[in-house]
């Protein structure tokens, strides 16, 4: 099992920056993907942002050039670094990690941090 804590989230204004960090406790070794996604209200959860343990990454159109992710593997936690931020990027944010399992990769949620983007 791998339990994950969100720290970060907040209230900003239009174009302000946050910086979201998820740390991996209980039995991390072994993750090989690490993710954040968002839940507006009254919508999906969405995928943000992913990084493998290649370093490749993968955005949401509507943040690429805005937010940046990043891990480091040593101290298990990965980081969500979001710029000029907009009233549509108010949302929970949920950090998620995989490892890989037997027929299907065995995923991990993190509670969520409230982002609250104001006009």
């Known amino acids: 099992q791998v339990q994950l804590v969100e720290s970060g989230g907040g209230l900003v204004q239009a174009g302000g920056s946050l910086r979201l960090s998820c740390v991996a406790t209980?039995?991390?070794?072994?993750?090989?993907?690490w993710a954040w996604y968002r839940q507006a209200p009254g919508k999906q959860r969405e995928l943000v942002a992913k990084i493998n343990n290649n370093g490749v990454t993968d955005y949401l159109d509507s943040v690429k050039d805005r937010f940046s992710i990043s891990r480091d593997v040593d101290k298990w936690t990965h980081t969500l670094e979001m710029i000029n931020l907009k009233t549509d990027d108010t949302a929970v944010y949920y950090c998620?990690?995989?490892?890989?399992?037997?027929?299907?990769?065995?995923?991990?949620w993190g509670p969520g941090t409230q982002v609250t983007v104001s006009a």
């Open positions: 998620n990690v995989e490892k890989p399992g037997w027929s299907v990769p065995y995923t991990f």
């Open positions: 209980g039995n991390p070794v072994g993750i090989n993907v």
